[in-house]
């Protein structure tokens, strides 16, 4: 199979996953989202092509939607509504724009994942500086996060109410939607999962450094192999399954009364700490899982079995 790698640019996940490709007989080539160029006939008006530069994103026989570079509101509705295209022609996207919908937006996942019946965090999600601080004086250790991020960036942890006003009256300058989240004391370790085709294919615990609270293994936190409970193997694949994703990284973070949260699922993860901690080929599996979701694409649907006795 052919695959179009869509990312934000290249480096070491894109070379894994070129890597795995190219050992299991398969070629793939890296395209920027900036790239996309959509050819609009007469007549009905119907999209006829979608490439970047000379490359007919229909012509692949899949397309592995990684990071979307930000942009402004027009430039990143416009992406994904071209993943939603493509899947909408019969090109398999993996993960789906769907998923990435859900999992991006950090309202939206602990919504589901609230609705899937998994424990998350106490959460405010509002507009108002009022209301914002109104949740950081009523949960006193909280961790205010963009409602858009991932690796731990633009995080602020704060428990003093002073603090707190001054970086909620900081934020209310850039017009963001505050997502205020009451602190669950971990001990400084989380377990990052990473969920590919309906399995967990492995787990890492994640310690953060010393005098420092977040684990993120590219802000510093260290890694190593983790055996998962049972339970916690399920808490993965059910979060997964509610974002809707072929594979994820889900966070889950047990605090000292022994209450195991889903922090996050993450649809376009990162899995270089994970793999070097384990020894895992994860962009093999994916490549796998791919080609399986390209297999089930191409299969002829019996009509039959449809038919009224």
Request: proline share 4%; net charge negative.
């Amino acid at each position: 199979m052919h695959v179009a790698i869509l990312n934000a640019g290249t480096g070491w996940h894109t070379d894994q996953l070129g890597r795995a490709l190219a050992e299991r007989g398969h070629t793939g080539r890296v395209l920027p989202y900036e790239g996309l160029l959509a050819r609009l006939g007469t007549g009905r008006g119907v999209v006829r092509g979608l490439s970047v530069g000379t490359d007919e994103i229909l012509d692949a026989d899949a397309v592995l939607a990684r990071i979307i570079p930000s942009g402004s509101l027009e430039q990143m509705i416009y992406r994904v509504d071209a993943l939603h295209w493509i899947e909408e022609r019969g090109v398999p996207v993996m993960n789906s724009p769907k998923a990435l919908e859900r999992s991006v937006d950090k309202f939206y996942t602990t919504a589901l994942l609230q609705e899937a019946g998994l424990s998350t965090p106490e959460t405010v999600v509002c507009e108002g500086t009022a209301e914002a601080m109104a949740a950081v004086l009523a949960m006193g250790d909280v961790v205010i996060k963009p409602i858009f991020g991932s690796m731990g960036h633009g995080m602020v942890r704060v428990s003093d109410p002073d603090v707190a006003f001054r970086v909620v009256r900081s934020l209310e300058q850039l017009r963001i939607v505050f997502y205020v989240q009451r602190t669950v004391d971990h001990g400084g370790r989380d377990v990052r999962v990473l969920v590919i085709g309906g399995r967990v294919l492995g787990a890492i615990e994640r310690r953060a450094p010393e005098g420092q609270w977040r684990t993120n293994v590219s802000l510093g936190g260290s890694a190593q192999p983790f055996e998962l409970p049972t339970s916690w193997e399920q808490l993965a694949l059910q979060a997964t399954a509610a974002m809707g994703a072929d594979y994820a990284g889900v966070d889950l973070l047990q605090s000292r009364d022994g209450t195991v949260f889903v922090l996050e699922v993450n649809a376009v993860p990162g899995w270089q700490g994970l793999q070097q901690a384990t020894g895992i080929d994860v962009a093999g599996a994916i490549v796998e899982c791919l080609a399986e979701r390209v297999r089930a694409s191409a299969a002829p649907v019996d009509r039959i079995a449809e038919l009224p006795a």
